[in-house]
């Protein structure tokens, strides 16, 4: 895919964080998508409410900054973050930090997101959202452990940062974005479930029969 166009499809999906509610007060979030197998192109700076295409740098996994411009200091905390999971598992395509509301809470509370919807069946997901232990943003301690639920399941797709917020990982930023919206709903539902006896588990052969039924149709979400 060439730089001009996954420049564009990042801000087509900051567009749907900010439409979809999935954006804290400040806006602020960090995006990026893979360009080739050694760079990524990823936001600059933290606001993404009215991101451009020239808001965007391209950055090696390396963690070097590769084109022209300044990152704003908040990024340039969070690169190590970004480029560690694209080098953890390669069918990362796009990663996503926002502060989406539901999905927060659950950070905050230090509760693990359980898998109970079954639309999340469809991007892949076949364990629960676990949570992160605190430790300072874009730090080795809080990267490490990152890495750690990255490479050891392959079933997550999303991991909740302690006290702070999700993060969120698919094959392109897009469906990233609409993986980022259907775990928050997620969160809402089974925060509302609890006053009505607590959301149940999904049957034992559900992510079986979900594939299945994706194979037949060929449907993806």
Same mark, same amino acid.
């Given at each position: 895919?060439?730089?001009?166009?996954?420049?564009?499809?990042?801000?087509?999906?900051?567009?749907?964080?900010?439409?979809?509610?999935?954006?804290?007060?400040?806006?602020?979030?960090?995006?990026?998508?893979?360009?080739?197998?050694?760079?990524?192109?990823?936001?600059?700076? !933290?606001?993404?409410?009215? *991101?451009?295409? &020239?808001? $965007?740098?391209?950055? @090696? =996994?390396?963690?070097? +900054?590769?084109?022209?411009?300044?990152?704003?200091?908040?990024?340039?905390?969070?690169?190590?973050?970004?480029?560690?999971?694209?080098?953890?598992?390669?069918?990362?395509?796009?990663?996503?930090?926002?502060?989406?509301?539901?999905?927060?809470?659950?950070?905050?509370? !230090?509760?693990?997101?359980? *898998?109970?919807? &079954?639309? $999340?069946?469809?991007? @892949? =997901?076949?364990?629960? +959202?676990?949570?992160?232990?605190?430790?300072?943003?874009?730090?080795?301690?809080?990267?490490?452990?990152?890495?750690?639920?990255?490479?050891?399941?392959?079933?997550?797709?999303?991991?909740?940062?302690?006290?702070?917020?999700?993060?969120?990982?698919?094959?392109?930023?897009?469906?990233?974005?609409? *993986?980022?919206?259907?775990?928050?709903?997620?969160?809402? =539902?089974?925060?509302?479930?609890?006053?009505?006896?607590?959301?149940?588990?999904?049957?034992?052969?559900?992510?079986?029969?979900?594939?299945?039924?994706?194979?037949?149709?060929?449907?993806?979400?």
């Amino acid at each position: 895919m060439d730089e001009r166009t996954v420049r564009e499809q990042l801000v087509a999906a900051a567009q749907f964080l900010k439409n979809h509610g999935l954006l804290f007060r400040g806006e602020h979030a960090n995006l990026s998508q893979r360009l080739d197998e050694d760079r990524i192109v990823m936001t600059r700076g !933290g606001s993404i409410g009215q *991101l451009t295409v &020239e808001d $965007l740098a391209v950055v @090696g =996994l390396s963690g070097r +900054v590769l084109s022209e411009g300044a990152m704003d200091p908040t990024m340039q905390e969070v690169i190590d973050m970004h480029t560690r999971i694209y080098r953890a598992r390669k069918s990362v395509g796009a990663v996503i930090h926002a502060h989406s509301p539901h999905l927060t809470a659950f950070a905050v509370a !230090g509760k693990a997101l359980p *898998l109970v919807y &079954e639309p $999340l069946l469809r991007f @892949g =997901l076949t364990e629960p +959202v676990p949570v992160v232990p605190w430790a300072p943003r874009g730090s080795q301690e809080s990267v490490d452990a990152i890495v750690a639920w990255v490479e050891g399941h392959s079933g997550i797709w999303a991991v909740l940062m302690a006290n702070h917020g999700p993060l969120v990982f698919h094959e392109d930023i897009l469906s990233a974005a609409r *993986l980022l919206a259907t775990l928050d709903e997620a969160a809402e =539902l089974v925060w509302k479930a609890q006053a009505l006896g607590g959301a149940q588990p999904l049957p034992e052969a559900a992510v079986d029969a979900v594939r299945a039924r994706m194979a037949l149709f060929g449907s993806r979400r």
